[in-house]
């Protein structure tokens, strides 16, 4: 089992920068495909990105490929997502998940995914 905190949110003018961190507990976090979801008011979640065991495959939804950028770090149990070129469409609160199963399998699909964490708000202003 896994625990996941987000953390790095907050309000930033359009074109800015954040950087998402989400910190896992448990000593198997090389085990699990990392991915973030994102839900904004009035809509359902949607995939943003996600990333294997290793690092070594990415996904991106195409509304954040070139702008957003996953990665993680294995040794400190946390995963990363770099925002870059923000727009006001990509406010939501960014919620950090875990899943077990091999990464080409449903790496799009929330359900897919046992583990997430309490989300954090992402405000972007035009």
């Known amino acids: 089992q896994v625990q996941l905190v987000e953390s790095g949110g907050g309000l930033v003018q359009a074109g800015g920068s954040l950087r998402l961190s989400c910190a896992a507990s448990?000593?198997?976090?090389?085990?699990?495909?990392m991915g973030w979801f994102r839900q904004a008011p009035g809509k359902e979640r949607e995939f943003v990105t996600a990333?294997?065991?290793?690092?070594?495959?990415?996904y991106y939804a195409d509304s954040v490929k070139g702008r957003f950028t996953i990665s993680r770090d294995n040794a400190k149990n946390t995963v990363y997502l770099q925002m870059n070129s923000l727009k006001p469409e990509d406010t939501a609160v960014y919620y950090c998940?875990?899943?077990?199963?091999?990464?080409?399998?449903?790496?799009?699909?929330?359900?897919?995914?046992?583990?997430w964490g309490q989300g954090t708000q992402v405000t972007v202003s035009s």
């Open positions: 990333i294997s065991y290793s690092g070594s495959i990415t």
């Open positions: 448990g000593r198997t976090f090389s085990t699990y495909v």
């Open positions: 998940a875990a899943k077990t199963s091999p990464v080409r399998v449903g790496v799009r699909e929330g359900n897919e995914y046992g583990y």
